[in-house]
């Protein structure tokens, strides 16, 4: 049997960043599964995943062009339901074997088992293998429907009549078995051997491949893209650790795995950049500037060898310009007014006590069944004395528990916890100590 590697590319408009590198091996998962259940894989099969912001791909070696034949016995009826005493086939067996492509001349070479209850006959034959055309629309149509994608959205087709839902409309199909287009579709796009590159910054558009083996470099070469989530994902970090040196000082970039995988997912082709902010926005806590750095622009703050934050940060960018000063300008730019906003909260914040905030407590719905956030300060207030007196704490310690559970939930009513819910109970000690 003639085997070769097999590529499957679906390009589409923009994916879901945080469901990137799921969605890319479930892609690849999928469709090796689907292939070796046909036969079309061998034991020297292996699958590779491919995704970036704008494809899923899946490269998988050792395939067969056409699966071999195997041998197929069915279960047809009991001996005496089909057969006469004599041994001629009655009515329902003819008909049962004219359905399986046979006739009364295969009646002599049935089989004949006993299952425990009675003689049972079975008509042993040769299936075709599948080709591989059948074989990979099959596992195509059944990875994009076992994609783990939540919500799709429905999108017509340029014949202004069909419709299609996936999650994001799909531009393009590549199916390659060695230097061979597959003719397979999907989505409305019939498979072909050209891909696109990187939306500014590709050589050549499309990237026409060779074969499936010259997949991920022509996209490097040729379109500026680096195909495998993984390969980004470490040029990120190598690149990270590389600007922070740069800036030096014994920085470091914050590390969060999350954010990584994110910002992996948003380009094809990283290029790390290192910015800054003025200096005064670093009175406010370090963990507000952390926050909205990190969840609202992507970027990644640097930190001292003490762990506290820097007036320097690094971007990834998606392009790589040989005067990078607009791109860091840019991001410095925008990131400016979030900062400002954090230092606005704080100010905001600290003109009012804690103790002032108690009362507004009891606007804040808690649970519609348990009241508000201020009923149930009173009932934590009631717990924590309890426990106090059980370990009988003076009326010193008692008043401070009772102080501290009382003021424990009013940061939710600042500017600064409305504004970043992930920040309730740190913001509470900031103020507290400004208290």
């Known amino acids: 049997m003639t085997t070769a590697n097999l590529l499957v590319e679906l390009f589409v408009e923009e994916l879901p960043p945080k469901a990137l590198q799921k969605l890319g091996d479930a892609f690849a998962s999928v469709l090796h599964e689907q ?106 149509d059944e990875a994009i429907a076992k994609l783990p994608i939540p919500k799709v959205m429905t999108y017509q087709l340029p014949d202004g009549w069909s419709s299609v839902h996936f999650v994001r409309p799909a531009h393009g199909l590549v199916a390659l078995h060695g230097a061979d287009v597959v003719p397979v579709s999907a989505l409305g796009l019939q498979a072909g051997n050209s891909t696109q590159g990187h939306r500014f910054e590709a050589t050549v558009n499309p990237v026409v491949l060779h074969s499936a083996d ?18 980004r994902r470490a040029d990120i970090v190598q690149q990270l650790k590389q600007a922070a040196d740069k800036v030096g000082g014994g920085v470091v970039a914050i590390e969060d795995e999350a954010l990584l995988d994110e910002v ?115 009932r934590v207030r009631a717990i924590a004395a309890a426990i106090a007196k059980m370990l009988k704490f003076d009326a010193s310690q008692l008043q401070q528990v009772d102080q501290a559970a009382q003021l424990a939930k009013t940061d939710l009513v600042t500017d600064m916890v409305g504004e970043f819910p992930e920040l309730q109970g740190t913001m509470g000690r900031y103020y507290a100590l400004n208290d």
């Open 35 to 140: 292939l070796a259940a046909q036969g079309l894989t061998t034991a020297a099969s292996a699958v590779t995943a491919y995704a970036s912001p704008r494809r899923l791909a899946a490269h998988i070696s050792a395939v067969l062009a056409q699966a071999p034949d195997k041998a197929v016995s069915q279960k047809l009826m009991p001996v005496a339901v089909g057969l006469e005493a004599d041994g001629q086939p009655k009515p329902a067996l003819l008909k049962k074997l004219a359905a399986l492509g046979a006739d009364a001349s295969v009646v002599p070479s049935l089989q004949r088992v006993h299952d425990g209850k009675a003689d049972v006959l079975y008509f042993a034959s040769t299936a075709q293998g599948a080709s591989l055309a059948a074989g990979l629309q099959k596992a195509l």
């Open 264 to 378: 992996t997912a948003l380009v094809e082709r990283p290029n790390v950049l290192i910015c800054q902010f003025e200096e005064e926005f670093l009175a406010v806590p370090q963990e507000c500037l952390i926050l909205t750095m990190k969840a609202n622009q992507k970027y990644f703050p640097l930190l001292d060898a003490q762990g506290k934050l820097t007036h320097q940060f690094l971007i990834v960018s998606n392009i790589a310009p040989h005067d990078a000063s607009a791109v860091i300008q840019g991001n410095e730019r925008v990131v400016r007014p979030r900062l400002a906003d954090a230092k606005f909260f704080f100010d905001q914040d600290r003109k009012k006590t804690l103790a002032s905030r108690v009362e507004g407590l009891g606007k804040v719905v808690y649970h519609n069944k348990l009241g508000t956030q201020g009923e149930r300060v009173e």
């Open 214 to 231: 010259s997949y991920a470099q022509q996209l490097r070469d040729q379109g500026a893209v680096i195909a495998s989530f993984a390969e």
